[in-house]
């Protein structure tokens, strides 16, 4: 009897010692995110957090963006080669924004041919050139090749809305084998200086460096009579002005193989040179509030 009381009694404990092994591990496992964290920092363990980041082309950096869930990843971040997370390609005044599409957004120069052969070569399915913030030239003869090189490579060429061709640049919009333009595109025209500080009226009317530009025109597909109004046109403004107008009126002087697409309307005007420039540099600065949504700045 005795025997079977101390059995009992050691069964007992036996059970009471299992449930209070349970209850505490219980509530071990019920530990807050937080204190996880706590404790790993106390037991000198590394917590690692990972996020998923995109390249933003308006800031030109890199921003984080929230994970999707597993079921809408495949739908919403599809992505194809011309998407990828590597900022856009730059070739000096050239960034390629697509497999099939390079924007002009600075000054050329007498480097722009080597940097845009070179573009050409390493994305040679480029067939648009689109004019983002195109200030003109400081350097007219490489200009005109580089309208020639246009036109040979077969690209067409766009302003888009908010986008400008002014000066230098105007000279290679009108190379595209197909031009267009949206309403809100703005162009900027000027007669040129050379480093000395003359302009055209310094020199014969069939002087060379006058011939330059009209020969240009027409190989581009102005008429005689077109080539020699426009450049009157470009000379009437004098080199500290410059006259701005928006797709209406450049379509009058290169014909109806430019096409105009609908968006916001844009107004014709004069505006003052906003910048100093050097004598032999024909180009046109964007004026402030323009140039702050060109670069994404507005509001």
Not at 38 to 43: G, H
Not at 279 to 299: E, F, N, T
Request: hydrophobic share 35%.
């Amino acid at each position: 009897m005795h025997r079977a009381k101390i059995f009992l009694a050691a069964c007992t404990m036996a059970l009471f010692a299992i449930f209070a092994f349970a209850v505490i591990s219980f509530s071990t496992d019920q530990t807050s995110p937080a204190e996880d964290h706590s404790a790993a920092r106390k037991t000198g363990v590394q917590v690692v957090e990972t996020w998923v980041e995109d390249w933003d082309p308006v800031k030109r950096c890199w921003i984080r963006v929230d994970q999707p869930s597993a079921a809408c990843s495949s739908e919403v971040h599809r992505q194809t080669a011309d998407e990828t997370a590597a900022p856009p390609a730059r070739f000096g005044p050239f960034v390629v924004l697509n497999s099939r599409v390079a924007g002009l957004v600075g000054a050329t120069d007498s480097e722009s041919l080597k940097h845009f052969g070179r573009m050409m070569t390493s994305y040679p399915d480029i067939d648009q050139l689109d004019f983002i913030d195109a200030p003109g030239t400081i350097n007219d003869i490489s200009n005109l090749k580089l309208g020639r090189l246009i036109r040979a490579s077969g690209l067409s060429t766009h302003v888009p809305n908010n986008g400008s061709a002014r000066s230098g640049a105007v000279d290679l919009f009108i190379a595209g084998v197909r031009r267009t333009m949206d309403k809100g595109a703005r162009f900027a025209v000027h007669c040129w200086s050379d480093y000395y500080g003359k302009g055209p009226y310094d020199y014969k009317k069939h002087d060379p460096v006058n011939e330059m530009y009209l020969n240009y025109y027409m190989e581009m597909g102005m008429s005689h009579d077109k080539a020699h109004q426009f450049y009157d046109m470009t000379n009437s403004v004098p080199h500290s002005s410059a006259l701005w107008f928006g797709p209406e009126e450049m379509q009058k002087w290169i014909g109806t193989s430019t096409t105009i697409n609908p968006a916001e309307e844009t107004q014709r005007h004069r505006a003052g040179d906003r910048g100093r420039r050097e004598p032999g540099q024909r180009s046109i600065p964007c004026p402030a509030s323009a140039a702050d949504v060109l670069m994404g700045k507005s509001g």
